[in-house]
């Protein structure tokens, strides 16, 4: 799937963003034809490949896995998460939501709440917001930052671009250390979330997805735009790329998200650990004494 779909994902994927522009990006899947049926086809099939290579990255426990995502509430980073990943044995696998920091998060630097949760070698792990947070809901709502303890002579107009600076020294280490990073903004475009907001108002089984602060953050949504793009132009690298994903239209969101954690577990060329001669002997021996056995 990752191979058929890799040349309609290079639209997507965004490792240089000095000439990034959100607008630029569409929300939809526009120009993508595929029927419903399609794309979710595509998707279980995209679902057990994933669990084939995960099995494998988990055996040879080299290579470790970060996958992260950012959007706007209700653009669908639940969703995406729980299908794109409903093949992988949960053994192998950890997700972490981020929300409003706590007293504790707060006495540390701001990554160390991300950092702690960083997964091991052979395993995947999912940031459901991340550290970026800390470039864009304290961006937008400067208030926050006040209540982070920096010493004030700390707090300049330059922070903002120091910590996209600290964000991409930690990723290039992390990559250097045999990490694969890939990073998600789900583009969902302003009319759609308005839609799914009133879904959730109006379904009573989805009343507990929506609070008051969704809809006041709603009220916010250029200067989180400026924000997200800000933030891609300023973190977009070839070992931390970001796929910016049009997350209008659910199924082709998953898909995209699938087909490229596939892309990048397929170029690690992962393989289950060799047994050598005298592993095969002793295996052999074991195997003759079991069938010996009087059952």
């Known amino acids: 799937m990752a191979k058929s779909l ?3 994902l290079s639209p997507y994927v965004v490792t240089k963003g000095r000439q990034f522009r959100l607008a630029d990006c569409d929300t939809d899947a526009r120009g993508w034809k595929m ?3 399609e794309m979710e086809d595509a998707l ?3 679902v057990a490949r994933l669990g084939e290579l995960q099995e494998k990255l988990y055996a040879q426990d080299q290579w470790g896995v970060l996958l992260i995502f950012q959007a706007m509430d209700a653009a669908g980073k639940d969703g995406a998460i729980k299908h794109v990943m409903s093949g992988v044995n949960p053994q192998g696998c950890e997700v972490y939501s981020f929300k409003a920091p706590s007293a504790e998060d707060l006495d540390h630097d701001f990554m160390w709440r991300t950092s702690k949760c960083l997964p091991e070698r052979g395993r995947i792990g999912i940031f459901n917001r991340s550290y970026y947070e800390e470039t864009l809901v304290v961006r937008v709502h400067p208030e926050f930052l006040q209540k982070q303890k920096l010493p004030p002579s700390l707090v300049k107009k330059r922070i903002w671009k120091q910590r996209f600076e600290d964000i991409n020294a930690f990723e290039r280490y992390l990559s250097r250390n045999g990490f694969v ?4 903004f789900l583009n969902v475009s302003k009319k759609e979330q308005k839609k799914r907001f009133l879904e959730r108002i109006d379904q009573s089984q989805k009343n507990w997805k929506f609070s008051a602060a969704d809809a006041k953050e709603r009220g916010c949504w250029d200067q989180y735009m400026e924000a997200y793009e800000d933030m891609i132009r ?5 070992y931390a790329p970001w796929i910016v994903v049009p997350a209008d239209n659910k199924r082709f969101a998953r898909l995209v998200v699938a087909a490229t954690v596939i892309d990048a ?3 690690l060329n992962l393989r289950f650990p060799r047994v050598s001669p005298e592993q095969k ?15």
């Open 181 to 184: 990073i890939r990073k998600f």
């Open 35 to 37: 029927s419903k049926d």
């Open 281 to 295: 002997k002793a295996l052999e021996a074991i195997r003759v004494a079991l069938e010996r056995e009087r059952a």
């Open 265 to 267: 577990l397929e170029d």
């Open 44 to 46: 279980q099939t995209g």
């Open 234 to 238: 300023k973190t977009a690298t070839g």
């Open 6 to 8: 890799k040349d309609h």
